[in-house]
């Protein structure tokens, strides 16, 4: 989801003040968004529902018999509450992964995991329609090539938090790193290929919103007439298994978008990993006196959240 500056933080913070911090979080868990056990004490924020992530720390509160309620909103709800209560000090879970942007601002540390429910690293995956390297060669392979680092994901995403439009920052962001995009260019004779219209699907995550945007300038560098959707998670694999998008720099495989793969995998072109590395779970701040999930419901009367 894209940040829009210091404005929009403070509207988004008192609004989680008060839905969060006058009544101590301590709630019952029979109201609003909350899943899970919800009896007084520890509860998760969490993002979009629908996100895999949601549906994993609703297995771990189950596999762990965690004395929680989890939380829904959206990403950027789940981050003011973080921000909240790290400028107060206090203890808080969120759901959590990586690359974002919130580590690289706060001190956190993601919560051992001894069941495996969130399951090890994961890739970011580059997909396609079927027929794209037949229908536009050189997108394609600029496709193929395309990978980063965390740092170089991480100095987008860094801008897009700070505020602007994620469009121009990732025209600024390919002007200043053009050794890096100049390793991704397709091979000259297919600088030939005719040009044409390209969709690119992505999902509202700050990582999402990165690639998309920077894949975006370096195409329209080369000629192409390049429009972005934002849909859902569900969506983007359905519409490039429909061949209603050409393709989505962001898979996270093979967990979090599992069930998508699962479903459209013989519909889509799996065309190449561009981050390693990635990782989902739950996080607290790095001054929360617990390293794992399983010591969570010990040290209920000292989380706020």
């Not at 189950?62 to 929680?68: G, K, S, T």
């Not at 429910?117 to 794209?132: C, H, K, P, Q």
């Amino acid at each position: 989801m894209v940040l829009k500056g210091k404005g929009f933080w403070v509207a988004v913070v008192a609004i989680v003040v008060l839905a969060f911090g006058l009544t101590g979080c301590a709630g019952d868990g029979d109201g609003g968004n909350d899943k899970g056990q919800g009896q007084a004490g520890a509860r998760i924020i969490g993002i979009d529902p629908g996100a895999g992530i949601m549906s994993a720390t609703e297995k771990a509160i189950e596999e762990y018999n965690l004395n929680v309620a989890l939380v829904e909103g959206s990403d950027a709800t789940m981050t003011a509450a973080l921000q909240d209560a790290i400028n107060r000090e206090e203890w808080i879970i969120v759901t959590g992964w990586s690359p974002h942007w919130k580590f690289s601002r706060w001190d956190l540390k993601y919560l051992e995991d001894p069941k495996g429910i969130f399951g090890g690293d994961e890739t970011i995956e580059t997909v396609a329609r079927l027929g794209l390297a037949e229908d536009m060669p050189e997108v394609y392979a600029l496709l193929e090539k395309f990978s980063w680092t965390d740092a170089e994901i991480g100095a987008v995403m860094a801008m897009n938090m700070e505020g602007g439009d994620p469009a121009e920052n990732a025209r600024i962001w390919v002007d200043e790193n053009q050794a890096l995009v100049q390793r991704w260019l397709p091979d000259e004779e297919l600088a030939s290929a005719e040009k044409g219209d390209v969709t690119i699907l992505y999902v509202e995550w700050e990582c999402a919103t990165a690639s998309t945007h920077v894949v975006k300038a370096v195409l329209e560098d080369l000629g192409y007439n390049v429009e972005v959707k934002s849909v859902a998670a569900a969506l983007m694999w359905q519409g490039l298994a429909q061949g209603d998008g050409d393709f989505c720099t962001t898979a996270w495989l093979p967990l979090t978008h599992g069930q998508y793969l699962e479903e459209f995998g013989d519909q889509v072109d799996i065309v190449n990993t561009n981050y390693e590395g990635a990782r989902i779970g739950l996080v607290v701040p790095s001054y929360v006196e617990i390293d794992s999930i399983e010591e969570i419901n010990d040290n209920m009367d000292k989380f706020t959240y």
